[in-house]
């Protein structure tokens, strides 16, 4: 894939030339590298049934578990922009972007565990636990925008765009501590793969955009939108023989500022120095499932009995909640036709 993008970068450059004097529309093309940095994480929240007192007495308990997944991350990307001629009777642009991650973050995923009093009164976290983290990211991005006033200068306009933001994980090994029996606190550790997470965010989304355009050499946009945010996730937990999905919807707040710099003010290829700045913040909230596909034993933390979940167990309807911040700043190199 990372391969793909690099070879399609290139053909905007050379499929253009031969036609621009034909083209009704301007045309920019430009490769990009990015860094990424933020996370993506989820909290479910499902009550039980235990017994306290040797297995005399039953109480209803809480149970919450927070997954937190870095997003740290150096990206390469390519961006395409056409836009109406300077004096058109519309002023318009439709543009496409598309990123790729490069290497995987330096941070740890995170894996927190608490028993919490369901009427809200105190919580205990009794594991915790650290996994390194391989990640597969792709982002695309299709935007148009539609002059609302215009001035030689400044230029304010509606938006409308939709992204996709797909983002795998892949978590191996595993440090930390959880609770044992007396309320000891054991340390635990493993090098196999722990756990595969994918999450895929489909991002609708209007605002605005206002254009600062001082002189031929620099421009400058700030952009702000929001969209309805529809999320899915599948979370496998490889050790325990269980999948975990949800889907999910809710809102995002988004923006950028963006400078350019051109080199050339005449010719029929100009080069331009690019920069961005971009950053969402997302949530969404719903219901999971989770579905055993082998036997799980684990012990009775009250009685001292293994007890089994076999494999074709299914509990739906865990409360659900995701929420992903992302900062993203750059640099690029490209070229107006």
């Given at each position: 894939?990372?391969?793909?993008?690099?070879?399609?970068?290139?053909?905007?450059?050379?499929?253009?030339?031969?036609?621009?004097?034909?083209?009704?529309?301007?045309?920019?093309?430009?490769?990009?590298?990015?860094?990424?940095?933020?996370?993506?994480?989820?909290?479910?929240?499902?009550?039980?049934?235990?017994?306290?007192?040797?297995?005399?007495?039953?109480?209803?308990?809480?149970?919450?578990?927070?997954?937190?997944?870095?997003?740290?991350?150096?990206?390469?990307?390519?961006d395409i922009e056409a836009s109406s001629k300077p004096g058109a009777e519309k002023a318009w642009t439709i543009s496409l972007g598309a990123l790729l991650n490069v290497d995987d973050p330096d941070k740890m995923m995170e894996d927190h565990d608490w028993l919490f009093d369901p009427n809200g009164y105190e919580s205990f976290k009794f594991s915790w636990t650290e996994s390194r983290t391989k990640i597969d990211y792709l982002h695309l991005r299709l935007e148009a925008t539609?002059?609302?006033?215009?001035?030689?200068?400044?230029?304010?306009?509606?938006?409308?765009?939709?992204?996709?933001?797909?983002?795998?994980?892949?978590?191996?090994?595993?440090?930390?501590?959880?609770?044992?029996?007396?309320?000891?606190?054991?340390?635990?550790?493993?090098?196999?793969?722990?756990?595969?997470?994918?999450?895929?965010?489909?991002?609708?989304?209007?605002?605005?955009?206002?254009?600062?355009?001082?002189?031929?050499?620099?421009?400058?946009?700030?952009?702000?939108?929001?969209?309805?945010?529809?999320?899915?996730?599948?979370?496998?937990?490889?050790?325990?023989?269980?999948?975990?999905?949800?889907?999910?919807?809710?809102?995002?707040?988004?923006?950028?500022?963006?400078?350019?710099?051109?080199?050339?003010?005449?010719?029929?290829?100009?080069?331009?120095?690019?920069?961005?700045?971009?950053?969402?913040?997302?949530?969404?909230?719903?219901?999971?499932?989770?579905?055993?596909?082998?036997?799980?034993?684990?012990?009775?933390?009250?009685?001292?009995?293994?007890?089994?979940?076999?494999?074709?167990?299914?509990?739906?309807?865990?409360?659900?909640?995701?929420?992903?911040?992302?900062?993203?700043?750059?640099?690029?190199?490209?070229?107006?036709?």
């Amino acid at each position: 894939m990372k391969r793909i993008l690099v070879a399609v970068s290139i053909l905007p450059f050379l499929a253009v030339l031969p036609v621009r004097a034909e083209m009704s529309f301007d045309l920019q093309a430009w490769p990009s590298l990015m860094f990424n940095s933020g996370s993506t994480d989820y909290t479910i929240e499902a009550l039980s049934w235990g017994t306290t007192n040797g297995g005399a007495d039953t109480v209803l308990i809480g149970i919450r578990s927070k997954l937190e997944f870095p997003i740290d991350a150096p990206l390469t990307g390519l961006d395409i922009e056409a836009s109406s001629k300077p004096g058109a009777e519309k002023a318009w642009t439709i543009s496409l972007g598309a990123l790729l991650n490069v290497d995987d973050p330096d941070k740890m995923m995170e894996d927190h565990d608490w028993l919490f009093d369901p009427n809200g009164y105190e919580s205990f976290k009794f594991s915790w636990t650290e996994s390194r983290t391989k990640i597969d990211y792709l982002h695309l991005r299709l935007e148009a925008t539609l002059a609302l006033i215009r001035s030689p200068v400044v230029q304010v306009a509606a938006v409308a765009g939709f992204h996709y933001n797909r983002i795998e994980f892949d978590m191996i090994g595993y440090d930390g501590w959880q609770v044992g029996d007396d309320f000891q606190v054991i340390d635990v550790h493993g090098t196999q793969r722990a756990l595969y997470y994918k999450a895929i965010y489909k991002l609708p989304q209007i605002g605005a955009r206002m254009k600062v355009t001082p002189g031929w050499q620099t421009q400058m946009a700030l952009q702000l939108t929001i969209g309805r945010l529809l999320a899915s996730d599948l979370d496998d937990h490889l050790l325990r023989g269980k999948t975990a999905e949800a889907s999910t919807s809710g809102w995002a707040f988004l923006g950028h500022v963006s400078g350019r710099l051109m080199l050339s003010e005449k010719g029929s290829t100009r080069p331009f120095i690019s920069g961005r700045a971009g950053w969402v913040t997302q949530s969404a909230s719903g219901h999971q499932t989770q579905r055993w596909y082998k036997d799980e034993e684990y012990e009775d933390p009250d009685t001292g009995e293994v007890r089994i979940v076999r494999a074709g167990t299914v509990i739906s309807g865990i409360d659900y909640e995701t929420t992903a911040q992302q900062l993203r700043i750059g640099l690029g190199v490209g070229i107006a036709f």
